[in-house]
């Protein structure tokens, strides 16, 4: 089951457009299912109909590769989870609108940055190989998958300091360390492959083993606040979806941004610059 999964998300990745939007759409609804068991089993019960609308606004928006307009969607998602719950019956409380933005910002506003990812870069009529959108997504989930097969297998066999006892049972640092270097290592190959500056590629691959494990800490924090072992049973033994894609949802906002602050230079990185620079001529 997980072999068909990754293979339909590569496949998706490689054709983008609008089914890399479905994939994401349909990871995004997954991941909002197990949120909901999550957050019910301790009476949390999030608005569904602010989620979804959301998710359908900021896909759509993203797909169209308009990033500018996911900040008022956002925007407008949190006002109106505080009106929608204060109308709803059985009366919502505290909790309710707490849940219904961690659902929003967590499980929607992050995963749509991977749409946006595989715009990045790209110009009309480029071949899929070509386009750099792809390198960089492909990238992402390379890195970000070694690192968790690493880590596993690493800890599993020489792993004898545990890296986060009280959240997690069966991390050790040995398998943290294993999991930075096999990112390291395959995203250094993309970096190759591709001709992304080997700077850039080896300090993205630090963060994103860095993220992709604190990513896989939050998840394992959250089900253990509401005492569940698994957030779901999706994939059998192996648990649900959000324990499998825990690791990469902070991954493709960090990846994105990243590339378009530093390696593309857009945004953050010129208007630093020219601070810098002003404040130089002002000393």
């Known amino acids: 089951m997980g072999l068909i999964i990754a293979g339909i998300f590569f496949g998706a990745a490689t054709l983008?457009?609008?089914?890399?939007?479905?994939?994401?759409?349909?990871?995004?609804?997954?991941?909002?299912?197990?949120?909901?068991?999550?957050?019910?089993?301790?009476?949390?019960l999030p608005s569904q109909i602010i989620i979804y609308l959301s998710a359908i606004l900021m896909v759509i928006t993203a797909s169209l590769d308009k990033p500018q307009f996911l900040s008022p969607i956002l925007t407008l998602s949190?006002?109106?989870?505080?009106?929608?719950l204060l109308f709803r019956n059985p009366r919502a409380h505290i909790g309710d609108i707490g849940g219904t933005l961690l659902v929003v910002f967590y499980m929607v506003y992050l995963p749509v940055h991977f749409i946006l990812l595989r715009h990045l870069g790209n110009s009309p009529g480029m071949s899929y190989w070509d386009q750099p959108g792809l390198h960089y997504l492909v990238m992402t989930l390379a890195v970000i998958?070694?690192?968790?097969?690493?880590?596993?297998?690493?800890?599993?066999?020489?792993?004898?300091?545990?890296?986060?006892?009280?959240?997690?049972?069966?991390?050790?640092?040995?398998?943290?360390?294993?999991?930075?270097?096999?990112?390291i290592?395959?995203?250094?190959?993309?970096?190759?492959?591709?001709?992304?500056?080997l700077i850039h590629v080896v300090i993205l691959?630090?963060?994103?083993?860095?993220?992709?494990?604190?990513?896989?800490?939050?998840?394992?924090?959250?089900?253990?606040?509401?005492g569940m072992k698994d957030s779901g049973a999706l994939?059998?033994?192996?648990?649900?979806?959000?324990d499998r894609a825990d690791s990469?949802?902070?991954?493709?906002?960090?990846?994105y941004?990243?590339?378009?602050?530093?390696?593309?230079?857009?945004?953050?990185?010129?208007?630093?610059?020219?601070?810098?620079?002003?404040?130089q001529a002002s000393i």
């Open 205 to 226: 691959s630090v963060l994103l083993v860095i993220v992709g494990q604190l990513g896989d800490l939050t998840e394992s924090m959250m089900k253990r606040d509401v």
């Open 78 to 84: 949190i006002i109106a989870s505080f009106f929608r």
């Open 185 to 197: 290592g395959l995203g250094v190959g993309c970096g190759l492959l591709w001709h992304i500056p």
């Open 145 to 183: 998958s070694a690192s968790d097969v690493a880590a596993y297998y690493v800890g599993r066999s020489i792993g004898k300091h545990l890296l986060y006892p009280e959240i997690s049972p069966k991390k050790t640092r040995e398998g943290a360390i294993g999991g930075l270097f096999a990112g």
């Open 235 to 242: 994939l059998a033994s192996h648990g649900g979806f959000l």
């Open 16 to 44: 983008g457009g609008w089914l890399w939007s479905l994939v994401v759409l349909a990871s995004i609804y997954l991941g909002n299912r197990e949120l909901k068991n999550l957050l019910g089993s301790i009476q949390v």
């Open 257 to 279: 941004y990243y590339i378009y602050w530093f390696i593309l230079r857009q945004g953050l990185a010129p208007d630093a610059i020219h601070w810098l620079k002003q404040l």
């Open 248 to 255: 990469y949802i902070f991954s493709g906002v960090v990846c």
